[in-house]
C-alpha cells in the first residue's frame, strides 16, 4: 500500500464514503501507475479496480499490476461500475456513499452514473462531490517524482543554451519553437508538456501567444515558453531574450523591473507561506514600478504530471507551502502593441527554502 492509497483512506473515512471513483487521468496515473487517459478508476473495500476497453487492458496489466483490470466490453463505463458495486455491496443494506470527481467528470457520465446506481441500489446510493480533495494527493511530490521533474527541467535548460546559439534575425516563431522541441525530443523528452510559446516583438506582449511565421527581427524581444514531459514528468521555463545589440532604455526597465520582482519572491519562499504572500512580493514590485496592471496573471502554479497543478501563487490561493511542491514562479510585465518581458523558473520547496531546478541564466542576453 503506497501513501496514496493510506491518503485515500483517509478522505474516505473523514467523509464516511464506501467506495471512490476517480476519472481524471493524472489521478488514476498518481494513484496506480497506469499512465494511459482512457478509462475510470474505482476504489472499494482494499481493491483498485481500472475500467477500461480492449485497447488499453495489456497497458494497465504492466503499468498497475496490483490493480484489477475490468474490460468494459459493450457496457458503458457507469455499467460496468455498477456491476462492481453490486458485487462488493449485494449483501449490504445500508446507504452507499460513493465519491467522485466533480471537477472532472463529464455531466453525461455523471448522469449516466446517477441512473445506473439508483437502478442498481435505488435509494441506497449517494454520490459525493470530492471536489480538490483527490488532487491536493499530488502537491507534495515523492523523491522518485523530484527526480523525473529534476530531470525534466534540465532538458529545458539544455533546450535553451541550445537555442541561445540558434537564434538569429529572419527566423521566424515557428521555426525556433520546432528547434526547442526537438532539441528537448533529442535528449530524452517523449513529448512537450504544453504547446511552446515563441513570441517575438509585439507579439511578446501577449502571455500566451502561438508562434507564428512573424520573422525575429533586431530590436525585437523574444519571449520563449516551453518545457517537455520526461517519464511522465513536466517542465516548465520562460526566458526573454534581446535581438541585437542596442536594447531601448524602456526595454532594459521592463526586463530589470520583471527580474527584480521574480528574485524579491524567491528571496521569501519558504516552507510554512501563504502561496499569496509571495505572489504579493513579486507583485509589489511591478506596482510600485507602475506597471501593476501590465501584471494580469498568477505569479505560478505547481508542476508534476500536469502542467498546471496545485498549489498557485495567486492572490486567491491561501495555501500553505509545503516542503516537496514543485511550483513555478514567472512574473510578467505585457505592455499591449510593444512588447512584454516573462522569466520564469521551476523550484522545490525544501525543508528551509525552495532548490532551483532550472540553471539557465536570467541575466539580459543579447544575442
Do not use: W
Not at 503499468?63 to 455499467?79: F, H, K, L, N, Q
Amino acid at each position: 500500500m503506497n501513501n496514496h492509497d493510506l491518503e485515500i483512506l483517509d478522505i474516505m473515512k473523514q467523509k464516511h464514503l464506501d467506495a471512490v471513483i476517480i476519472t481524471d487521468g493524472y489521478n488514476m496515473h498518481a494513484i496506480s501507475g497506469y499512465k494511459g487517459h482512457t478509462g475510470c478508476m474505482l476504489l472499494a473495500k482494499d481493491i483498485k479496480y481500472i475500467f477500461t476497453d480492449s485497447r488499453y487492458t495489456e497497458q494497465v496489466t504492466i503499468e498497475a499490476p496490483d490493480v484489477r483490470c475490468v474490460d468494459i466490453g459493450r457496457d458503458s463505463y457507469a455499467t460496468a461500475i455498477a456491476k462492481e458495486l453490486m458485487t462488493l455491496f449485494i449483501h449490504s443494506d445500508k446507504v452507499l456513499m460513493i465519491g467522485f470527481e466533480d471537477a472532472h467528470i463529464s455531466y453525461r457520465l455523471y448522469q449516466s452514473l446517477s441512473k445506473v446506481l439508483t437502478d442498481s441500489f435505488g435509494e441506497r446510493v449517494k454520490l459525493v462531490a470530492l471536489k480538490e480533495n483527490i488532487n491536493a494527493l499530488r502537491i507534495v511530490k515523492t523523491a522518485d517524482e523530484i527526480k523525473k521533474l529534476k530531470k525534466a527541467e534540465a532538458i529545458g535548460d539544455l533546450a535553451f543554451a541550445h537555442i541561445r546559439d540558434f537564434i538569429r534575425a529572419g527566423m521566424t516563431e515557428m521555426e525556433i519553437a520546432l528547434e526547442l522541441e526537438c532539441v528537448m525530443r533529442k535528449n530524452g523528452a517523449t513529448n512537450v508538456s504544453f504547446d511552446t510559446i515563441v513570441a517575438s516583438g509585439s507579439n511578446s506582449s501577449l502571455p500566451h501567444a502561438v508562434p507564428t511565421t512573424r520573422k525575429v527581427t533586431e530590436g525585437d524581444f523574444v519571449t520563449m515558453d516551453f518545457g517537455c514531459i520526461y517519464e511522465g514528468y513536466c517542465s516548465d521555463m520562460t526566458r526573454t531574450v534581446y535581438i541585437g545589440e542596442k536594447p531601448s532604455d524602456k526595454q532594459k526597465e521592463i526586463y530589470h523591473i520583471v527580474l527584480e520582482a521574480q528574485l524579491a519572491a524567491l528571496d521569501i519562499v519558504r516552507p510554512g507561506l501563504k502561496c499569496s504572500e509571495v505572489d504579493a512580493c513579486a507583485r509589489t514590485v511591478i506596482e510600485k514600478a507602475g506597471y501593476g496592471d501590465y501584471f494580469g496573471h498568477g505569479l505560478g502554479h505547481g508542476v508534476g504530471l500536469f502542467i498546471h497543478e496545485e498549489p498557485r501563487f495567486s492572490p486567491k490561493c491561501h495555501d500553505i507551502l509545503k516542503p516537496g511542491t514543485v511550483i513555478t514562479v514567472e512574473p510578467g510585465i505585457y505592455l499591449p502593441g510593444e512588447f512584454g518581458v516573462r522569466i520564469e523558473d521551476m523550484i522545490l520547496i525544501t525543508e528551509d527554502g525552495y532548490q532551483n531546478l532550472a540553471s539557465s541564466p536570467k541575466e539580459f542576453i543579447c544575442i
